[in-house]
């Protein structure tokens, strides 16, 4: 079964620094997908960012980044130039195959950007 | 992007009573669509699978007689609580694959149902 674990519940940080958000997860499976999601205080899920297992190169969007380590099944989060729109809970999620398969998420850890 | 429309956002209902949510796809076909559940502060926890044009698969622990699930279209899957109760009161997620596109997984905006 997969697994997906964030060992940090809560975690705040002045505004305009960066941030690092660990996520680690347990898979037999070599081929595999891995996503950061963010919800805000409306809830609403929105795609941070998305790392093919098959890809070496770490993903990145404008301020966020991801240091995916393979062997160490660890797959963190960093964001750079944090802002006040960053407070949120950030959920890390796996999937093996796309299609019918669901998603497995982590418990979350929840973000606070301190003006 | 891909839009996925969750309705209603907010119901309150009468404990007994059954309420009926809403997933549609606006852009993209989706021949399978998810129903999360979210408790205050907590993940979202997977309830069921459902699969248009047939039945849909539940998460053990989920009955499937209370959360009543119907993908009768490529665009649209619903969720009907069934005699509803105060301890269904939750926050309910449901999000759909568009395979088309790089995001993966798009989320409707939820739904808080409140019982009273």
């Known amino acids: 079964a997969q697994t997906v674990t964030q060992s940090q519940p809560e975690m705040s940080v002045q505004e305009a620094e960066t941030v690092t958000l660990s996520c680690t997860y347990d898979?037999?499976?070599?081929?595999?997908?891995l996503f950061w999601y963010k919800q805000p205080p409306s809830r609403q899920m929105i795609l941070v960012i998305r790392?093919?297992?098959?890809?070496?190169q770490n993903a990145t969007e404008n301020r966020f980044s991801v240091n995916f380590q393979k062997a160490a099944k660890s797959f963190s989060l960093k964001i750079s130039d944090s802002q006040l729109g960053d407070t949120a809970m950030y959920f890390c999620a796996f999937i093996v195959n796309f299609g019918n398969e669901k998603l497995t998420f982590g418990t979350g850890t929840r973000l606070t950007i301190i003006p | 992007g891909a839009v996925v429309s969750q309705h209603p956002s907010r119901v309150i209902c009468k404990s007994g009573t059954s309420v009926k949510i809403e997933c549609r796809s606006l852009?993209?076909?989706?021949?399978?669509m998810f129903w999360y559940r979210q408790f205050p502060k907590q993940s979202l926890m997977l309830m069921a699978t459902s699969n248009e044009g047939s039945k849909a698969t539940y998460e053990q622990g989920v009955e499937k007689d209370k959360f009543l699930i119907n993908h009768a279209s490529l665009t649209l899957s619903t969720l009907t609580v069934t005699s509803a109760h105060p301890e269904d009161s939750s926050f309910y997620i449901c999000?759909?694959?568009?395979?088309?596109?790089?995001?993966?997984?798009?989320f409707g905006s939820g739904t808080r149902l409140t019982v009273v």
């Open positions: 852009d993209f076909q989706a021949t399978t």
């Open positions: 999000s759909a694959r568009d395979g088309g596109r790089r995001n993966g997984y798009t």
């Open positions: 898979t037999s499976e070599s081929n595999y997908y």
């Open positions: 790392q093919e297992a098959y890809k070496q």
